[in-house]
């Protein structure tokens, strides 16, 4: 990707988290009434449709990180370049911060569906019950690793369904959500963990949501690199490529034999 389009690309990761941030915390903020259940669907479906929609619509612009740990786990793996990763990261920052400060805009601090209610505080994601730093971080490297494993198995690898990446990772943010929801928040992304943070001013166990989804994505970037990436030392040869060299080598035409002497027309 050509770095004079650097803006149109940061412009698109600032936009994705933003959607996330919209989609998911508003989400929790219109749901809170309901039964767990109920909520813990509508908050699952509204994360993973917000990030499967925008990396239809933006990921042929960027690459559709809208995450931080995704885009180190592409600077890792050399996937992108160092000033595009530090860029598209600021802008993932700042995008989750602007979607907080819009919802703050919407939905009034108190009343019933106050943002600041029991149980929302603008999406902040926590620690649930009885649930330890340690399996704090192992949750939150799991979801994430499942997430970059999928985007580098459907958007990264040329063998893999493009067409289907957008929804195959809105559904993995789905799954994740749905399974360690009520464990970590499942945040998956330091950006939709930050931006709230920094909007309420509340750094609880900040440094999980870095820490942990930085893991686990940097263990399924390689993983996936070094493993079933086509051009690595480890990864299973991709077939299409193979036969295409093969058929190419048969129909190149015989190299040339030495010149035919032409028979004198006297007779001896």
Excluded at 9 to 19: D, H, I, K, N, V
């Amino acid at each position: 990707m050509n770095d004079r389009d650097l803006w149109k690309a940061s412009l698109a990761e600032f936009l994705g988290p933003l959607t996330l941030v919209v989609a998911g915390v508003g989400a929790i903020i219109s749901t809170q009434n309901l039964s767990d259940g109920g909520n813990l669907v509508a908050v699952a479906l509204a994360h993973g449709l917000a990030i499967g929609l925008m990396v239809a619509a933006l990921g042929h612009v960027s690459g559709g990180h809208f995450n931080p740990a995704v885009t180190i786990s592409m600077l890792a793996t050399g996937e992108i370049g160092l000033t595009r990763a530090v860029t598209y990261i600021i802008a993932q920052v700042v995008g989750g911060v602007a979607g907080a400060g819009l919802l703050t805009v919407i939905f009034p601090a108190l009343g019933p569906m106050g943002r600041n209610n029991p149980g929302v505080n603008l999406g902040l994601p926590g620690l649930g019950p009885d649930v330890t730093i340690i399996g704090a971080l192992i949750m939150e490297a799991v979801m994430t690793f499942l997430l970059v494993l999928v985007i580098f198995g459907t958007a990264v690898d040329p063998r893999g369904p493009k067409a289907i990446a957008p929804l195959a990772i809105g559904l993995t943010i789905t799954i994740d959500i749905l399974s360690g929801g009520r464990v970590t928040g499942a945040a998956m992304n330091p950006a939709r963990a930050l931006g709230p943070a920094i909007v309420q001013q509340d750094f609880s166990n900040w440094w999980i949501y870095w820490v942990g989804p930085i893991i686990g994505g940097l263990i399924a970037g390689f993983a996936y690199k070094y493993a079933w990436l086509p051009g690595t030392s480890m990864a299973v040869p991709n077939l299409r490529k193979s036969a295409t060299e093969a058929t190419a080598v048969s129909t190149e035409p015989p190299p040339p034999g030495p010149p035919n002497r032409r028979r004198s027309s006297r007779r001896r």
